[in-house]
């Protein structure tokens, strides 16, 4: 099967760069004033506090539990939802304890001792300051995946290359964060997972796209960069979406049938590499467009390049035969 | 058929390696390396705490008070007004004679203790590196300690392990109900503080009028009584002896009531400061307290050798067992705080297992057919190579006795979408190439040598990003970088390496009329 023909007739894509430019840049404005105005819902892993999870019997009585809870002190502002089923449900508070032997899940076990039959499955409870530590971290590992991946890509390619790609990885992290503001999804340590994962992996796509054009550079004949980004970007059409639709397809199974403790985590990663796919495509390219990278200077430094090798290469040559 | 080459045969050793290897986690045979649940999938306690080490250099302060009190005894010296205040221990010799053999003991015993004198007044406070190390010895101790009670408590592979400058994570698999978890909290928060005190006989009498303020002036504490609160006790504050010369405790019955008690046997030294105390205070009451409570105060009869006691109270066996085993671990030197806990019942992990699983199934599915529907005979190759990497990771994982964690299990999931891609980029290549008319041969070749680049760059990028998660993420994060980096390093060996070799050996086979079924591609020649 073949959906994009080897003979595809090449697409126009940097002609019509300035609207994706626009789209991009529109899409990254929108999600900064979400991050900066709705801002992310931290989780408890980041921000503190409880997550009890409790399973009942038959359907859970959400609102006689909500009843309950707000009438104690401690669980005033604590937040019942359903999690995942009607017969599970997630009690989300601020409350924390030190105390090894006062347990909150003892507690709710006496709160909610006449709400019907029910388990509690799971307890997770985050300190202030362990929040603190894992946010500092968690920023931490962001900065350094982003430098180490910067790094990599200046020792790989040519600068503009790498700051183009950085870029493209910047508008796939901010438009991935703009989306779990939007959503107000629990930011909690799988989720920095999955921007970390975005990190890496929304980079792919634009490698193979750059990989071509790096080939294109020294191949097609023209010296007009918008040609060879348009050939580059048809002839790798079928490979960036084919490589992001099987990763779509696992990450789309995660999300469906993986849980409810995975849904954040496979949320991040859909937009992730739904966004890093678009941008491969129409954003990085274009950013190597406007960096002014010529084709002329780069092909005369290679030729730079090869001469003086070839010099080495000689004189080389002749230490050996003895003649210098 | 060609030859073999190297390739393939790296290939089948890898695959080979990969089956034999997983097959103990995958039948859980009780043989072999395996690889362990997280937490999160096999349900546990998952704990970490932090030390107030700030209790164990007060404690030590006191420590300091019982020692002087005993030496001083020891020696004749009289004194007076010996009581703790402000961090330091206080007292004032009465005879000015016994000066010089103060001074001796002083010298000798109390190192790294800053000593202030003001005529027969002796203020004895703790110096910063003593305090320094006392604090660094509580956080040790309580890591051995709570290892201790947890191992004694006869509970499958408990992890305890001091993290950072002054936490421990406590790890505990296994817990199957809520009261379980609950008991096995107090056994670890136990203080397990035993300390024999003498009841100030002379004002006990007015103890219930007494606020704590007056006892305090007259170096007394007033403690409760554990089974009735109401009854109060006015002891000394400096303890005769505590529990750090205790060398057994065992699990007992009274002969009367056929009560669950605690039989505990002190060393030499406590044997003896316990003798010479009782022999000098027949007829007055001496306490036995537990974690600041009174169990009870019996009236010395007589001089008591030996070194051996009995704690009793209204135990049931279960908590007389638990307080055995924190009286054999000794005493947490200071108290420990829950800084994070998560706890995940039975139930939820064997369903995030079942979900994951099935996420795993239906992913994977739906790439193999994908793969085999788009490119024919090369994806049906690239399906080997992605089975001989799955089977790589568990191999990899149980030889490492790695933790498979949610996350972790997620992590596979994605490897199995993304191993892939490095042979979507190949297949594309040798399309491209077959279109423009090369041989077979010479496609297969040069599509694997302009794919190389491309798809070493790209995983790379992803490894970065998935080290520095595995050095800053903690626990289940842990485990998804852990199996990511496994996954694509894999996928280095099987979706390159390996699909290349394939190609090699069944060059021959290759039909060049019948690209349509081997790269799933028409129209070229």
Redesign the interface.
Known sequence: ??VFK??QPIIGFMANAKKFAILSLSLVIISLGLLFFKGLNYGIDFAGGTVI?V?YKGNAPIQKIRDILHQHKSYKNANVTYFGSNSDIAIKTKTT?????V?I??QM?TLLKDTGEY?????????P??GNE?RT??L??MV??IL??LA??SF?FEWRFALASVLALVHDVTISLGALALFQIDVN??I??AI??I???S??DT??VF??IR?GIRTIKTTNLSDVIDESVT??L??TT??S???????L??Y????E??KG??FT?LVGVVVGTYSSIFVASPILMWLKFSISEFRAKEAEKLKREKERERMRAMYEQGTI | MNKLNYRVVIFLFAFLFGIIFSIPSLTQSSEGKKITLGLDLQGGLHMLLSVKSQVAVESKVKSIGTTIKYKLDDEDIIFDDLKIENKSVKFELLDKDDLKKLTKILKDDFKDINIKQEGLKFTLTLNKKLIEETKKNAIKQAVDTIRNRLNMFGLAEPTVAKQGIDKILVEVPGVKTQADEQRIRELIAKAAHLQMMAVDEDRDARVDTMSEAEAKQYGDIILADVSNPKKRYLLHSIPILDGSMLVDAKVGYDRQNNQPLINFKLNGQGAKIFGDFSGKNVGKRMAIVLDNKVYSAPVIRERIGGGSGQISGNFTPQEAHDIAIALRSGALLAPVQVEEKRSVGPSLGADSIRASMIALIIGFLSVVVFMFIYYGMAGVIADIALIANLFLILAIMSLFEATLTLPGMAGIVLTVGMAVDANVIINERIRELLHAGNSITKSIEQGYNNAFTAIWDANVTTLIAAVVLFAYGTGPIKGFSLTISIGILASMLTAILGTHGIYQWILPKIDKNRLDFWFGIKGAK
Do not use: H
Request: cysteine-free.
């Open positions: 099967m073949e080897y003979n999870q399973k304890s030190k105390d090894v032997n347990d899940s003892d076990n388990e509690i499955r799971g307890v997770d409870m985050v300190g300051a362990v894992l971290q968690g931490m590992a350094l995946s180490g991946i990599y890509i790989r340590l799988p920095l997972a970390l994962t990190l890496g992996y980079l792919n490698v193979i990989d071509r080939e002839r790798t079928s490979r084919l490589t639709l099987t990763t779509f397809f696992v990450v199974t995660l469906l049938f993986g849980g403790l995975l985590f496979s990663l």
